[in-house]
């Protein structure tokens, strides 16, 4: 029988403060590099993993408030830091694990993305960093 996630309350933090009531979409993506160890005489290229190369996409409200968007992620340019998120927000389990990424690096943060009529919006890319998966 097949089931999906609806994520109607999760869970997203970026260094250590809750950005949940600021985010509208998350996707976390776990990545390992392809090396190719194809040798001499091989028919078909064949592949080994390398090293992770996780990526963390956000789209979230920009508000310039206290302890929200612009004045925690404006600070971390062009440094690493540790993303969580979470399915829901309660407890940790088998069914809602935390997804982290340690070591993120933002490379850039848009300041302003306007239009007449609709809410600020920005995108953000964290590169890089250490997956882990925790259900306790």
């Known amino acids: 029988m097949a089931t999906s996630t609806y994520l109607a309350n999760p869970l997203v933090t970026i260094n250590a403060v809750d950005l949940t009531d600021q985010c509208t979409a998350a996707t976390l ?3 390992v590099e392809a090396l190719e160890s194809t040798a001499f005489g091989a028919v078909a290229r064949v592949y080994v993993g390398g090293l992770q190369a996780n ?4 789209t979230m409200y920009n508000s310039f408030a206290t ?3 612009y004045a925690t992620l404006s600070s971390l340019i062009g440094t690493s830091t540790n993303i969580t998120v979470k399915p829901t927000s309660a407890a940790t389990s088998a069914t809602n694990p935390i997804f982290t990424i340690t070591g993120a690096y933002l490379e850039s943060l848009p300041i302003v993305n306007a239009k007449l009529g609709n809410l600020d919006t920005i995108d953000l890319t964290f590169k890089g960093g250490t997956y882990s998966v925790a259900i306790v």
Do not use: F, H, I, S
């Open 55 to 58: 990526e963390v996409t956000l």
């Open 29 to 31: 993506t776990k990545k």
């Open 67 to 69: 302890t929200e968007t």
